[in-house]
């Protein structure tokens, strides 16, 4: 049967990562600190963009997620950076005129480092969250809707809450539970913002980050800490997005009525499934798959488990694939990864889930976080050299 006509293909990436740190991002500072490797200009993006758009476009990748830089546009409180604004729809105009369907992301890791100094700290801060995200979205939509084939407002938004406040992996490296479920409560509160800002105009698609979740042995303890990430990574937001209740584990349960069925499209991010421990850890699943050097253990099959259980769970809502990628050295992997995750993809639309597209982690190699430029995602290297995956991708893009 395959995918059906119209389907979205697509590559997405982060402005990190395309372009380097913005110089007033806490991203640069968490860098300046040496708890980052320097991103410098990412992969050339900046002055490089037409170029990449032309390079999609002729492997028929005819959509691009790319993410709006807070900290570039909005360098300090209140005060925007006409040029960066002029700039950033230079970019829209070219990915436009080369075919390809720019989706804004307005945020995708990083944020502004006055942003995430303010009270509680950024999406932990109702005021922070309720007036200046808020701000940024409705000057975004303003900005650069016209020339946006859709909109992707948050990346990620449960493991940017688990990375900046309960591992302390990214800023402002906090490492507290309570704050964690405050930044979670947050990031949910923020796609309701943004949705009641966007709704109307181009499509608007959630990113969430979901995984199957598995214990690792037959334990009670690693069957009730499987339960706990569970209640983390699915039910806040499928409560959210079904039920429109605000239900974050450790916090009171809310009812937020407009999040009921919010966002054009449910859109997610897989990389592998989750398998937990008896001491409540996170380990690689199935255990016995090979590993890349992030450690995770890419497995088609949860691609799969994930597209089926959001078709039950939220009613037969259209689904899009956010981001997928293998991070490797490897390509005649990422290769064989790509054909067995589509093949996933044709199963689960034979079988009536509503795929709506999928976008390529990532089209051009770039900047990966705490790894910088160690783990290649890429299609295309930054020389901007196809790899045999580039034609996969264009196979199955233009069958």
Not at 119 to 146: I, L, T
Not at 178 to 200: I, K, N, P, S, Y
Not at 252 to 281: C, I, K, M, Q, W
Request: one cysteine or more.
């Amino acid at each position: 049967m395959g995918t059906p006509e119209g389907f979205i293909w697509g590559t997405t990436a982060s402005a990190t990562q395309n372009e380097g740190a913005a110089p007033a991002s806490d991203w640069a500072d968490w860098e300046r600190r040496g708890r980052a490797p320097r991103s410098g200009d990412g992969n050339g993006f900046a002055t490089r963009f037409a170029e990449d758009f032309r390079l999609y476009a002729a492997h028929g990748l005819t959509h691009h997620r790319l993410s709006i830089e807070w900290a570039r546009i909005e360098p300090a409180e209140g005060r925007r950076d006409d040029a960066a604004v002029e700039h950033c729809r230079a970019v829209l105009e070219a990915a436009r005129d080369a075919g390809v369907a720019p989706w804004l992301c307005l945020h995708h890791t990083s944020s502004p480092g006055w942003f995430t100094e303010l009270g509680e700290g950024a999406f932990r801060d109702d005021r922070a969250r309720s007036y200046h995200w808020a701000r940024h979205v409705a000057f975004c939509a303003e900005a650069f809707g016209d020339l946006a084939g859709g909109f992707q407002p948050i990346h990620e938004p449960t493991a940017y809450a688990s990375r900046a406040y309960l591992t302390g992996a990214h800023p402002p490296g906090d490492r507290d539970p309570e704050h964690f479920a405050q930044a979670l409560r947050g990031m949910v509160l923020a796609w309701r913002d943004a949705w009641r800002e966007l709704r109307g105009g181009p499509p608007v698609a959630t990113v969430l980050d979901l995984a199957p979740v598995f214990p690792i042995d037959d334990s009670v303890p690693a069957g009730r800490y499987a339960r706990a990430t569970e209640a983390v990574v699915w039910t806040t937001w499928v409560r959210a997005l079904r039920d429109g209740l605000l239900v974050v584990p450790g916090l009171p349960e809310v009812e937020v009525p407009d999040l009921r069925d919010s966002g054009d499209l449910v859109g997610f991010t897989y990389t592998a499934a989750l398998g937990v421990t008896r001491d409540g850890t996170v380990a690689p699943y199935p255990s016995n798959r090979r590993r890349t050097v992030l450690g995770d253990a890419p497995w088609p099959e949860g691609l799969g488990l994930v597209l089926r259980r959001l078709h039950e769970d939220l009613d037969g809502r259209p689904l899009l694939i956010a981001a997928l990628g293998l991070g490797t050295d490897d390509d005649a992997w990422r290769c064989e990864y790509l054909r067995e995750c589509i093949e996933v993809v044709d199963d689960a639309v034979a079988d009536g889930v509503d795929v709506r597209g999928l976008f390529h982690r990532t089209g051009v190699d770039g900047y990966e976080w705490l790894h910088g430029f160690t783990v290649p995602f890429g299609l295309f290297t930054r020389d901007r050299e196809p790899r045999p995956s580039a034609e996969v991708a264009r196979e199955y893009a233009t069958r």
